[in-house]
């Protein structure tokens, strides 16, 4: 079932019904501003950080579900109701919901008055516009009333929601003219403030939330101030702080009314804080003036129409220029929108949001994920390579001297987080693949002399190179009683850790570690990570190129050699048969094992060690990519492991406490589908490729979305596997290294356009059905337009290959550098 539809041409889901299973969001703002917003308009702002800069209030885990955010209020003589049917879910007439690329149009209709709401965060600027459209459809005239909300939060969202013994008392607003000021605590402290605007006079106001409901013991679906239509003029004195708009409106039939609401976000220098003047006017009970120069100069930037159409058509022309530089054409519509708009539209958002700020991350929780950010870079870095640039050398300066790494840091401070610390043993090698990435796509290989802090400490500054070297090497020098990489606290799984040994309710599986590993240094220095050595087999071959392309042979024969090493290791000690194992625990047991009762087979190490071709000359490849089929394959995806653990295995962690079919345990945890169908793709089976892609990629699930609940345009992190009761339901939506993961799946791997240090190499693997497919690619400076043909109906198979009619060996399509565009042809057989 279906609850909208795909409008490709707009580049927006249209959903066209309030109820659908679970909010289904969208995200504005691009720089500094940023909102969250649902189909019925709940969520929230923030600047920069989520949890320390929230700008309006939002109750995660409400009852009911998404109640709170920027709502428009109509009472239209006794009807009372909003565009977005939330919150006083009134039925409509009609609605619509359109999501697209940085601005969403919300549009409701009872009794014949029409209100299309426009909401947006422009380009450099930090707000979010939103335009209301009211239009009288009837042939009589209407006299109504119309009432915004924004309920603010005292910026910092942590405080906000547990410290009230104090919040109670401090909140603090102004009000001037139609502009509403959140100003709690900028006398002493802050330096910022935030205002809520209409370009338009009003007919009153309410700022405090409770006289605005008009009872502390009503909700939001019931505000006595619009029911009775007529604000209250209440000035909030601490508690909670609103700003509310009231203004009347008479329509003619036909006739249309605009009217511009901003909410924004200002910050003054510490000299310029303070105003010498008192506009008059101005409500307030300080005796301090708040110097609103900011504010005024962005409510003059959209004040009209004509300059919200040009600022719309600013962030329109700005996505169009981020999508037009990889588009393809395939004979699957599917498969199109997700590459040309969707899947790309995401992988910005997760660069932007890392994992903070979602319906299922709460925007206090973590700050940015080392090995997250790393691999967000790769679906990314051909959009905004500079910006990818940048984020490297930050994740790279919170690195230590040896290689190992902070597992997070927090995006305003930058640096590195030291309550959860370091000893994730994947960390480093994803580093080497985002730098690798980054140099690929751009050429640029000036950012490996770029002097790169250890530790944030400039005195320990090296160049990015030697950040790649202490990576590679972090992980031969930590190596286990088998030689296959520690596990250490955890290996991309969060979930499986081996040296936590924890029975005590509330320890952090991530940061608790056993009292009997402490003495040897913080973990196990028996258990072992199978996935972390197929990792490194897969990863390091990049560093090798990076110093071979440095003329840094020797060096490079070196690490060769250990990775050489390590996949004889792998295949010796930890190939089961017909797959590869997951670890050794802590015991020296085999984990991921035929012999095991339970979890006797795991997804993540399988991927990378076929695409390293581990034990390939023994047919391991085929055998492992079909235990995957076998075992792992199910309606809506590749669960991560089976069978699911139903009991506790106290030497494996947090993995075991999951119902079977949750999360990391037996869930279909999309991330590591991508490694799959990456290596069915290199293994030259386009059909399972596929078959896999097109089970998670959200557009092909669009039809299931009564199962799947999240949104048909993005991926989650998780799909209920095989083992859940609710098997395919969908969660965490939005950030996940999916994104990035099914990009890298879908357009380096399946339709095969995958920048190397050398060039493009087109190498598709697609299924045989295909008559062939077409891409545009711009590439460091050239564009690419390519098209292949497959007139044998092949899943692989580079037969020929011509650059503007110019056949070359092989499928790497040197770099031509002239800034001109070429054609490409491919021949598949
Ligand atoms: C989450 C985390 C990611 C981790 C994965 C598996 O997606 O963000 O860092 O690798 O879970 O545990
Ligand atoms: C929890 C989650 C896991 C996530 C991790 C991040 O363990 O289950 O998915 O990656 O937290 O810290």
Request: aromatic residues 12%; glycine residues 8%; proline residues 4%.
């Amino acid at each position: 079932m279906k609850f909208g539809h795909f409008d490709d041409a707009r580049k927006e889901y249209v959903i066209n019904t309030p109820k659908t299973p679970y909010p289904w969001i969208n995200y504005l703002g691009n720089q500094g501003f940023f909102s969250l917003i649902s189909n019925t308009a709940g969520g929230y702002s923030f600047y920069m950080d989520a949890r320390l800069r929230r700008i309006t209030r939002y109750r995660y885990n409400n009852v009911p579900l998404d109640m709170g955010g920027r709502y428009f209020y109509i009472n239209d003589n006794g009807t009372v109701w909003n565009p977005g049917w939330s919150p006083v879910k009134t039925e409509l007439d009609a609605y619509e919901c359109r999501h697209g690329m940085g601005y969403t149009i919300i549009t409701g209709k009872k009794n014949d008055l029409k209100a299309e709401v426009t909401f947006f965060v422009p380009q450099n600027y930090d707000g979010e516009v939103q335009q209301v459209v009211l239009t009288n459809e009837g042939s009589a005239p209407k006299e109504f009333s119309i009432f915004s909300m924004a309920e603010w939060c005292l910026w910092d969202a942590q405080d906000d929601c547990t410290n009230f013994q104090r919040n109670f008392s401090t909140g603090r607003v102004e009000i001037l003219g139609s502009t509403i000021y959140h100003v709690t605590e900028y006398r002493d402290r802050r330096n910022h403030y935030a205002f809520y605007t209409v370009n338009d006079t009003i007919d009153g106001y309410d700022t405090d939330r409770d006289a605005f409901l008009g009872s502390i013991y009503n909700g939001w679906d019931n505000p006595e101030t619009v029911k009775a239509g007529k604000a209250s003029n209440s000035f909030a004195d601490g508690w909670s702080p609103i700003a509310s708009h009231y203004k009347k409106v008479t329509l003619a039939p036909g006739e249309t009314k605009t009217l511009i609401y901003i909410l924004g976000y200002a910050e003054n220098p510490q000299d310029k804080k303070f105003a010498s003047s008192k506009p008059e006017g101005l409500l307030t009970r300080e005796t301090w003036v708040l110097n609103r120069e900011k504010a005024d100069a962005m409510i003059e930037k959209y004040n009209t129409p004509e300059k919200v159409a040009a600022g719309l058509e600013e962030l329109r022309t700005a996505w169009e220029k981020l999508l037009s530089i990889f588009k393809v054409d395939t004979p699957d519509d599917k498969v199109n929108r997700m590459v040309n708009i969707w899947n790309q539209y995401q992988c910005m958002v997760t660069f932007n949001l890392s994992r903070s700020a979602s319906y299922f991350e709460s925007g206090i929780g973590r700050g940015m994920g080392f090995r997250d950010s790393n691999q967000d870079v790769l679906g990314f870095v051909h959009q905004i390579p500079e910006r990818a640039r940048e984020r490297i050398i930050d994740i790279a300066s919170t690195q230590m001297p040896d290689g190992g790494c902070y597992h997070q840091y927090q995006p305003l401070t930058k640096k590195g987080n030291s309550d959860i610390g370091g000893d994730f043993s994947d960390d480093p090698l994803w580093m080497i693949l985002s730098v690798a990435a980054y140099i690929k796509e751009t050429g640029d290989w000036t950012i490996l002399d770029e002097m790169v802090p250890y530790d944030n400490d400039e005195s320990l500054a090296k160049p990015m190179l030697d950040h790649l070297k202490v990576s590679f090497y972090h992980i031969v020098d930590n190596l286990g009683p088998h030689g296959l990489p520690l596990a250490m606290r955890a290996d991309w799984n969060d979930c499986i850790n081996l040296s936590c040994f924890s029975d005590t309710p509330g320890e952090s599986f991530q940061t608790y570690t056993n009292p009997k590993f402490k003495a040897e240094g913080g973990y196990s220095k028996i258990a072992e990570s199978v996935f972390v050595a197929t990792l490194f087999t897969y990863t390091g071959p990049a560093y090798v190129g990076i110093l071979e392309h440095l003329g840094k042979t020797e060096e490079a024969a070196k690490a060769q050699a250990e990775i050489d090493k390590m996949k004889k290791v792998v295949m010796e000690s930890a190939f089961d048969g017909e797959w590869f194992l997951r670890a050794y625990d802590a015991n020296g047991e085999k984990m991921g094992s035929h012999e095991c009762e339970e979890g006797k087979i795991f997804i993540e190490p399988q991927g990378f060690a076929v695409m390293s071709e581990i034990g390939k000359d023994v047919g391991a490849d085929i055998k492992t990519l079909n235990s995957i089929d076998k075992y792992l394959n199910c309606e809506f995806g590749l669960v991560l492991n089976n069978p699911a653990f139903t009991k506790y295995y106290i030497q494996y962690g947090e993995i075991s406490t999951y119902p079977g079919g949750y999360k990391e345990n037996a869930g279909i945890f999309t991330h590591n589908n991508a490694w799959i169908i990456c290596a069915e793709a290199y293994a030259g089976r386009g059909e399972k490729a596929f078959e896999y892609y097109s089970k998670i990629a959200p557009a092909f699930t669009e039809e299931t979305s009564d199962i799947h609940k999240t949104e048909p345009y993005v991926y989650g992190q998780m799909i209920g596997g095989k083992d859940a009761k609710n098997f395919g339901q969908g969660k965490n939506s939005w950030l996940t290294g999916t994104a990035a993961w099914n990009m890298v799946a879908i357009s380096q791997y399946i339709l095969g356009v995958k920048p190397e240090f050398d060039g493009l190499r087109v190498d598709p693997s697609i299924p045989a059905a295909w008559d062939g497919f077409k891409a545009t690619r711009q590439f460091r400076g050239d564009t690419y337009e390519i098209t292949i043909k497959n007139p044998d109906h092949v899943n692989k198979g580079v037969k020929s290959l011509t650059v503007d009619g110019q056949a070359i060996d092989g499928c790497i399509v040197p770099v031509a550098g002239d800034g001109k565009t070429h054609q490409v042809e491919v021949v598949l057989g």
